[in-house]
C-alpha cells in the first residue's frame, strides 16, 4: 500500500471519527443545556458535560489532522490554498473547539456555586450561566464560518486536482455555503441553532462528509490525478 493510499484512508476515517464524536457531544450536552432548569442538571450530572467536552475534543483533534495529512498531497494543486486550509481547519478551528469547551467547563463551575448558594445569589448565577451559554453559541457561529471558509479552500482544491470524484466536490461546495448561511443567519437572529431548518441546512454537509469519507478509505485518491499532481510538481 502506497503512501498515497495510506493518506487517503487515514483522512477517511479521521472524518468518521471527527463526525461521530461531534455528534455525539450534542447527544449528551443539547438535553441539559436546553432545559430551563439547566444550572441544576449540570450540577447534578456534571459528568454528562464533561464526557460532552471529552468528545468535542476528541472531534476537533480527529478534524484538524485532516488538513495536516492531506497537505502534502494538496501542496502540489496550490500551495497558498493548501497552507490556507491547514490555517483554517487545523489551527483556527482547533482554537474555537478549545474556546468552546473552556465555557462548558466554566458552566459546570457556575452551577455548583449555584446549587450552594440556594435562592440568594440565584439570579448572580443565572445571569453568569445564560452568559456562557451565550458565549458558546457566538463561538459556535465563528467556528461555522471558520469551518465554511477552510472546507471551501479544501473542496476547490479537490475540484481542480480531481483526487476525488467531481461531483462530490460539487456536492461540498453546495453544502458547505447552505452551511455558512446558516451561521450569517444565527448572527443575525433570522434562524436559531439546531432549529428544523438549521438541521435541514446542515443535513447536507453531513451526508457528503460521510459519503467523501467513504469514498477514501474504499477507493482512495485517483490514481491519474495523483500523477498528474507529481507531473506537474516535475515540471515546476
Given at each position: 500500500m502506497n503512501t498515497n493510499r495510506k493518506s487517503a484512508i487515514i483522512v477517511g476515517v479521521l472524518y468518521?471519527?471527527?463526525?461521530?464524536?461531534?455528534?455525539?457531544?450534542?447527544?449528551?450536552?443539547?438535553p441539559i443545556l436546553n432545559a430551563p432548569d439547566y444550572l441544576e442538571k449540570v450540577s447534578a450530572d456534571p459528568n454528562q458535560i464533561l464526557l460532552?467536552?471529552?468528545?468535542?475534543l476528541t472531534m476537533g483533534l480527529a478534524l484538524a489532522m485532516v488538513p495536516v495529512v492531506l497537505f502534502p498531497i494538496l501542496k502540489k494543486q496550490n500551495e497558498v490554498l493548501a497552507l490556507?486550509?491547514?490555517?483554517?481547519?487545523?489551527a483556527l478551528e482547533t482554537v474555537m473547539y478549545i474556546a468552546s469547551v473552556i465555557t462548558w467547563l466554566f458552566l459546570?463551575?457556575?452551577s455548583q456555586e449555584y446549587s450552594a448558594a440556594g435562592t440568594s445569589g440565584a439570579s448572580y448565577f443565572q445571569t453568569l450561566g445564560s452568559i456562557l451559554l451565550k458565549?458558546?453559541?457566538s463561538i459556535t457561529t465563528i467556528l461555522m464560518i471558520v469551518f465554511?471558509?477552510?472546507a471551501l479552500m479544501l473542496y476547490y482544491l479537490l475540484y481542480r486536482s480531481k483526487l476525488i470524484p467531481r461531483w462530490i466536490s460539487v456536492w461540498g461546495f453546495i453544502a458547505i455555503l447552505l452551511h455558512l448561511a446558516?451561521?450569517?443567519?444565527i448572527i443575525f437572529?433570522?434562524?436559531r441553532p439546531f432549529s428544523t431548518i438549521n438541521l435541514v441546512m446542515n443535513s447536507q454537509i453531513f451526508l457528503q462528509e460521510m459519503v467523501m469519507a467513504v469514498w477514501m478509505i474504499v477507493k482512495g485518491f485517483n490514481p491519474a490525478a495523483i500523477a498528474s499532481l507529481n507531473a506537474k510538481v516535475d515540471t515546476n
Open positions: 468518521i471519527i471527527g463526525t461521530v464524536a461531534g455528534v455525539l457531544s450534542v447527544i449528551f450536552t443539547l460532552g467536552v471529552l468528545f468535542v490556507g486550509y491547514v490555517v483554517f481547519r487545523g459546570i463551575l457556575v458565549g458558546k453559541d465554511s471558509l477552510g446558516t451561521g450569517f443567519l437572529q433570522l434562524m
